[in-house]
């Protein structure tokens, strides 16, 4: 028998936005909080921003696709076959 694979649908659009958003809110207030207790200089700070924070993003989004089914590769595809109807004609 075969399994049925079925494809994210828009919960898991709306799951990933909310969780790339979170991530970022959470990441931005970890290096506020970081500085705030003079644990990142200015320089460092900006360092962390501009170089690694991109990183951390990348990471981020890549969990949340595959946590949401978005990791399919070509394996996972397979031919699509038009119906025909009675008289031969494709619907």
Do not use: C, E
């Given at each position: 028998?075969?399994?049925?694979?079925?494809?994210?649908?828009?919960?898991?659009?709306?799951?990933?936005?909310?969780?790339?958003?979170?991530?970022?809110?959470?990441?931005?207030?970890?290096?506020?909080?970081?500085?705030?207790?003079?644990?990142?200089?200015?320089?460092?700070?900006?360092?962390?921003?501009?170089?690694?924070?991109?990183?951390?993003?990348?990471?981020?989004?890549?969990?949340?696709?595959?946590?949401?089914g978005y990791n399919k590769d070509a394996t996972a595809l397979r031919?699509?076959?038009?119906?025909?109807?009675?008289?031969?004609?494709?619907?």
């Amino acid at each position: 028998m075969d399994t049925i694979h079925l494809s994210p649908g828009p919960a898991a659009a709306q799951a990933f936005r909310l969780g790339i958003v979170a991530s970022a809110v959470g990441g931005l207030a970890g290096i506020a909080a970081l500085y705030w207790l003079d644990v990142l200089t200015p320089l460092f700070a900006g360092y962390v921003l501009v170089l690694l924070f991109p990183v951390y993003l990348i990471f981020a989004a890549t969990a949340l696709s595959v946590w949401l089914g978005y990791n399919k590769d070509a394996t996972a595809l397979r031919p699509v076959y038009r119906q025909k109807d009675s008289s031969g004609q494709s619907k």
